[in-house]
């Protein structure tokens, strides 16, 4: 199986534009989440979801929208990029909370 | 709110020596720990936990992670280093979120370089 994907790998949009990033997991995982990484900050979470139709924010979720339509797929809209959400983006997902979570390869996005 | 800390932003070692990553951990309530590795351009992989029992937990690639409680430490360790170990490790410690979800809070990262 292919684990955790996530396309684009790279992205760069302009001040003002939307696009989502999509993520898929082929493990039959309930929880999903996505995670921003910056230099010297880790990785905080941006909006995560238990299971198909139930999502909920994070830490840092404003300026994105997410939607769990199905238990496979967990795209992560930005609704109108800025410069601030220039950052590594990780998709990851998990049995449960007690079990490991597997990262997806990441998304690079750079916002001018 | 659970919190790890990770002091040392890079950690040199040659090829062979043994390797110490150091995390501490502040947490209400008993502690669930966990070591990720990063290797450039790729995402996390799951290197070990920590949950109950032995305070000595074996992960993938030799890796080994300390629980001391009276420390609040969760050092990683490895008996002898490789060139490949060189990577980004990031601890992390599960946080209970009231909507029943359980978020990882992830450390700043330790840069790892073992030199030939």
């Known amino acids: 199986n292919a684990g955790v994907t996530q396309t684009p790998k790279f992205q760069v949009l302009k001040t003002g534009q939307s696009m989502t990033l999509q993520c898929a997991q082929d493990m039959n995982h309930e929880y999903m989440s996505w995670y921003r990484q910056d230099p010297g900050m880790g990785l905080r979470l941006i909006h995560y979801?238990?299971?198909?139709?139930?999502?909920d924010q994070g830490e840092v979720p404003n300026g994105y929208n997410v939607s769990r339509s199905t238990t496979e797929d967990f795209p992560l809209r930005l609704l109108s990029a800025a410069p601030s959400q220039t950052s590594v983006y990780f998709c990851a997902s998990s049995t449960t909370g007690w079990h490991e979570q597997f990262f997806g390869p990441g998304t690079r996005l750079t916002v001018l | 709110a659970q919190s790890v800390a990770q002091p040392e932003d890079q950690v040199n070692v040659a090829e062979g020596n043994p390797l110490t990553v150091k995390c501490t951990y502040s947490v209400s309530g008993n502690p669930y720990l966990f070591w990720y590795v990063q290797y450039p351009n790729r995402g996390l992989q799951f290197l070990l936990k920590y949950i109950t029992g032995d305070n000595l937990v074996k992960g993938s690639y030799g890796f080994e992670a300390e629980f001391n409680k009276s420390q609040t430490s969760f050092h990683l360790k490895k008996p002898s280093a490789l060139v490949s170990d060189s990577a980004l490790y990031f601890c992390?410690?599960?946080?209970?979120?009231?909507?029943?979800?359980?978020?990882?809070?992830f450390g700043t990262g330790t840069r790892l370089l073992v030199s030939p």
């Open positions: 992390a410690v599960r946080d209970d979120l009231n909507t029943g979800f359980q978020k990882l809070v």
């Open positions: 979801s238990v299971g198909a139709g139930i999502t």
